[in-house]
Structure formats: C-alpha cells, structure tokens
C-alpha cells in the first residue's frame, strides 16, 4: 500500500504565504505525476498544480505567479508554495500521486487525507 501524507496548512491572513508538504511511503516503485487539488465549501475539487517526474509544471490560471509547486524524487515528496494568498484561496488541499508500486508493478493514483487552508481578509 502506498500513503500520501500531506503538511503545512493552517490559518494566514491575505497576503501571506503558507507551504505545503507532502510525502508519500510504502509500496514505491516510482512516482509519475504529482499534483495538489482543491475544494472550498460547496464548490467542485478543482486542480491546483501538477508536476511530471521530470520536472514540468502546470497550473491553475488562478494560482498562477502565486503558487510553486516543485518535487524531491528522493524523498517522495511534493510541495506546494502559496504566496499572495487571497481569501479564495481558502479549501482543502489535497495530494494526488500516480504511483508505480512495488512487486506487482501496478499504476494507480492515491489520495492524501487534505490540510485545510484558510486565509483570512
């Protein structure tokens, strides 16, 4: 089984910047994509970031300028830096990795529980 644990959420006021963490154990082969999504109250979980395993990135027209994300391969870990936070930027946020595990070889994607960010005005 593979775990995907993430960290860094909290309370910060507009402006501020927070950064997320997290790491995935367990069964690893490898890693293929990484990425963090979304959900405020009552809205859809939408996607925030993603990286590839080599490194490229993509983003949400709305974090974009704002938010980094980057990867250490050897440690399993993605990370997410949210600067100029803004109010709407208050959800859960969420890990997505699609991982190769170990022994059977299988490719699927796992999910981290959420670290809830809020940002006050």
């Known amino acids: 089984q593979v775990q995907l644990v993430e960290s860094g959420g909290g309370l910060v006021q507009a402006g501020g910047s927070l950064r997320l963490s997290c790491a995935a154990s367990?069964?690893?082969?490898?890693?293929?994509?990484m990425g963090w999504l979304r959900q405020a109250p009552g809205k859809q979980r939408e996607l925030v970031a993603g990286?590839?395993?080599?490194?490229?990135?993509n983003y949400a027209d709305s974090v974009k300028g704002r938010f980094t994300i980057s990867r250490d391969n050897a440690k399993n870990t993605v990370y997410l830096q949210m600067n100029k936070l803004e109010p709407e930027d208050s959800a859960v946020y969420y890990c997505?990795?699609?991982?190769?595990?170990?022994?059977?070889?299988?490719?699927?994607?796992?999910w981290g529980k959420g670290t809830l960010v809020t940002v006050s005005s």
């Open positions: 990286i590839t395993n080599g490194g490229s990135t």
């Open positions: 997505n990795a699609v991982v190769v595990t170990t022994g059977n070889y299988v490719v699927r994607a796992y």
């Open positions: 367990g069964s690893i082969f490898s890693i293929n994509d």
